[in-house]
């Protein structure tokens, strides 16, 4: 049975009807119009609908919608401000690392969670943070790249403050 429920995502308050056990990733894409997030394996294990729910990467696709009311959802599109690409969507963009490009957005918000966490990674701990998310164009130095690109602009940014 659809319940009303209010949904915090990317900053702006959503009222839904959906039933609670729905993917947060059916919501997304097919109520929302939000079609950044996208459906790749439908069981969790290949990253590219992940959204950050209270800063912390998570698959949407196994999701359910009713839990995660009251918590803060960041979808791709909610990553930029003001008109302003995150330092790790530039990052991707400077290092043309996306091929296809539909891992892109969870590799991004991946990538977001992990600097947030750790603004200087080595090499290994974006590895290690990466790892399940698959990209089958292989673009993955170019990710790599991306990821280190994107810690030193966050740095560069905030000491210029």
Do not use: W
């Amino acid at each position: 049975m659809p319940n009303k429920q209010d949904l915090k995502i990317n900053g702006s308050l959503h009222t839904i009807q959906a039933d609670p056990e729905r993917s947060l990733l059916g919501v997304l894409r097919d109520d929302l119009d939000l079609t950044g997030t996208k459906y790749g394996c439908g069981e969790g294990q290949c990253a590219a609908c992940t959204v950050l729910i209270d800063g912390q990467p998570a698959p949407s696709c196994i999701t359910p919608v009713g839990s995660v009311i009251g918590r803060q959802i960041v979808t791709i599109e909610g990553l930029e401000k003001d008109g302003k690409l995150h330092p790790v969507q530039e990052a991707f963009l400077a290092e043309d690392a996306l091929q296809c490009a539909y891992c892109t957005p969870g590799m991004i918000l991946g990538a977001a969670a992990l600097l947030q966490e750790n603004p200087n990674p080595s090499d290994a701990e974006i590895a290690q943070a990466m790892q399940n998310h698959i990209c089958r164009c292989g673009t993955y130095p170019r990710i790599l790249r991306a990821v280190r690109k994107a810690a030193q602009m966050q740095t560069s940014r905030r000491s210029s403050r």
